[in-house]
């Protein structure tokens, strides 16, 4: 079960124009992420245009896309939890990718999806995730993303 605000929610509003999360991009995917536990969990059904080389199958650069902004709500919504167990540590700004590596592990069909996160390791401004993206009940791609947050 997901509870609270949408991670992306959280975003300040210069923040707030990113292509995939931004609530304030018109044009943009609007993705909302949320807790489940110890886990980060986004469901989105993106449009039949998003196709790859087959028409029912995504393109993977739309899924890479979807983990890489999931990722960074993830990062920093575990920010905004440390923050709340620990004062003073510094209010959470917005995370930015530094890495991100994708495994294509199955043809992701055009419907509904699942991505998850889970953080493996914070090291300062360092969060590291394991992302995983889930159609009909089984996982099509899994990866590993590394969010730096932007100094204060």
């Given at each position: 079960?997901?509870?609270?605000?949408?991670?992306?929610?959280?975003?300040?509003?210069?923040?707030?124009?990113?292509?995939?999360c931004g609530?304030?991009?018109?044009?943009?995917?609007?993705?909302?992420?949320?807790?489940?536990?110890?886990?980060?969990?986004?469901?989105?059904?993106?449009?039949?245009?998003?196709?790859?080389?087959?028409?029912?199958?995504?393109?993977?650069?739309?899924?890479?896309?979807?983990?890489?902004?999931?990722?960074?709500?993830?990062?920093?919504?575990?920010?905004?939890?440390?923050?709340?167990?620990?004062?003073?540590?510094?209010?959470?700004?917005?995370?930015?990718?530094?890495?991100?590596?994708?495994?294509?592990?199955?043809?992701?069909?055009?419907?509904?999806?699942?991505?998850?996160?889970?953080?493996?390791?914070?090291?300062?401004?360092?969060?590291?995730i394991d992302?995983?993206?889930?159609?009909?009940?089984?996982?099509?791609?899994?990866?590993?993303?590394?969010?730096?947050?932007?100094?204060?």
């Amino acid at each position: 079960m997901t509870t609270g605000r949408a991670f992306q929610d959280l975003y300040q509003e210069k923040y707030a124009h990113c292509f995939g999360c931004g609530r304030l991009n018109d044009h943009g995917l609007h993705i909302q992420s949320f807790w489940d536990g110890d886990e980060s969990v986004c469901t989105y059904e993106p449009e039949a245009f998003y196709t790859g080389g087959y028409p029912e199958n995504l393109y993977g650069g739309l899924i890479a896309s979807l983990m890489d902004c999931h990722s960074a709500g993830t990062a920093m919504a575990a920010a905004v939890r440390a923050r709340e167990s620990d004062p003073s540590l510094p209010a959470p700004e917005r995370f930015v990718t530094a890495s991100l590596k994708v495994d294509y592990l199955a043809p992701t069909p055009v419907g509904p999806l699942e991505i998850r996160g889970k953080i493996r390791q914070v090291d300062g401004r360092k969060t590291w995730i394991d992302v995983s993206v889930h159609a009909n009940g089984k996982e099509t791609a899994r990866g590993e993303v590394l969010q730096v947050q932007i100094p204060v």
